[in-house]
Nanobody, 115 residues
Framework: QVQLVESGGGLLQPGGSLKLSCATS????????MDWYHQAPGKQRELVAQ???????NYADSVKGRFTISRDNFERTVYLEINGLKPEDTGVYYC?????????WGQGTQVTVSS
């Protein structure tokens, strides 16, 4: 059974930092491309960061320089670090992967950036 479980969200002030985690099970993690998506209130979910099995990373242009995706293959966990938080970073962050042609999503973790 594939499970993706995000954690680390919360209420933060602009300019702050946080690190989200996505713990996985049921997949060959070290072979997987892992994604982080962001869904802002009232908007569609969008891909913000991606980590491939060879540790190649890709970012949406809007987050380059502030977001860092990383992975721990031993812990089977993917992380998303966000620095210089902005109000527009508010929303739900989802972990995602495709395993045997099936899309899997976590339940999401809420991040609210407000002063």
């Amino acid at each position: 059974q594939v499970q993706l479980v995000e954690s680390g969200g919360g209420l933060l002030q602009p300019g702050g930092s946080l690190k989200l985690s996505c713990a996985t099970s049921g997949i060959t993690f070290h072979l997987q491309t892992m994604d982080w998506y962001h869904q802002a209130p009232g908007k569609q979910r969008e891909l913000v960061a991606q980590s491939s099995s060879d540790y190649t990373t890709n970012y949406a242009d809007s987050v380059k320089g502030r977001f860092t995706i990383s992975r721990d293959n031993f812990e089977r966990t993917v992380y998303l670090e966000i620095n210089g938080l902005k109000p527009e970073d508010t929303g739900v962050y989802y972990c995602h992967t495709v395993y045997y042609q099936t899309h899997y999503w976590g339940q999401g973790t809420q991040v609210t950036v407000s002063s």
